[in-house]
């Protein structure tokens, strides 16, 4: 277990509405990364949160935002859902070093849009 | 574009045998290559990272090569069991300033009795 949890585990929302999914970090993290993985495919970055600022960016439109909190916690909200929005969402959170950062998932939201 | 592949075909092999999986890339200069192991309907977990000025590293029955000439990463599990049945990812990072993972859509990896 990574220590990153989030939640809901599980989600169905209808076309139109709109979701939030939130993530606690592991301990001593500062940074949480949001990812979408779609059946059979890859994880695809959304965002990154570095200590409440967004710090980059993937090619997803403006209706996916986010927030970070002061305890380093982060939530992910979609607007005006679509059914390709029908995916399982990861959290990940890493503790710059530098280098690299080795990225610790969560067990991921299932979102399903109907 | 960049892209990042991985034998989309799941790989079958008997315990025991050695699995190795491969992931090659076009467009990209990573400064680093992660693997992970995915289990249906939970999250990556982190296996090994190889730097690109490394040629191999290993941890216990993995190894990973990384050939930058070659745009090509090779991940071997040795003495492979049951257990290790899973997908693997295979991810890049560049040297961007921030540490985001641009993932392969992995592959299955089935190890018999």
Redesign the interface.
């Known amino acids: 277990e990574?220590g990153?949890t989030q939640s809901p585990t599980h989600l169905i929302k209808t076309r139109g509405q709109q979701v939030t999914l939130r993530c606690s970090s592991q301990s001593g993290h500062n940074?949480v990364?949001w990812?979408q993985q779609a059946l059979?495919?890859?994880?695809?970055?959304i965002f990154?949160y570095?200590r409440e600022e967004e710090?980059?960016r993937?090619n997803f439109p403006p209706r996916f935002s986010g927030l970070q909190f002061p305890n380093y916690s982060s939530e992910l909200n979609v607007n005006a859902l679509e059914l390709d929005d029908s995916a399982?969402y990861?959290c990940?959170s890493?503790a710059?070093s530098g280098a690299?950062?080795?990225?610790?998932?969560?067990?991921?939201t299932?979102l399903t849009v109907l | 574009s960049q892209k990042i592949e991985q034998n989309s075909e799941a790989l079958n092999i008997q315990e025991g045998k050695t699995a190795t999986l491969t992931c090659n890339y076009t467009n990209y200069s990573p400064a680093y290559l992660q693997w992970y192991r995915q289990d249906p309907g939970r999250g990556p977990v982190f296996l090994l990272l190889i730097r690109e000025n490394e040629k191999e590293k290993r941890k216990e029955r993995l190894k990973v090569t990384f050939d930058t000439t070659l745009k090509q990463s090779l991940f071997h599990i040795t003495a492979s069991q049951p257990a290790d049945s899973a997908t693997y990812l295979c991810a890049l990072e560049g040297a961007s300033g921030y540490s985001t993972l641009t993932f392969g859509k992995g592959t299955m990896l089935l190890v018999s009795p």
């Open positions: 990574t990153v940074t990364s990812y059979g495919q890859g994880p695809q970055f990154q570095y710090n980059g993937g399982l990861l990940a890493s710059p690299t950062d080795t990225q610790y998932f969560g067990p991921g299932r």
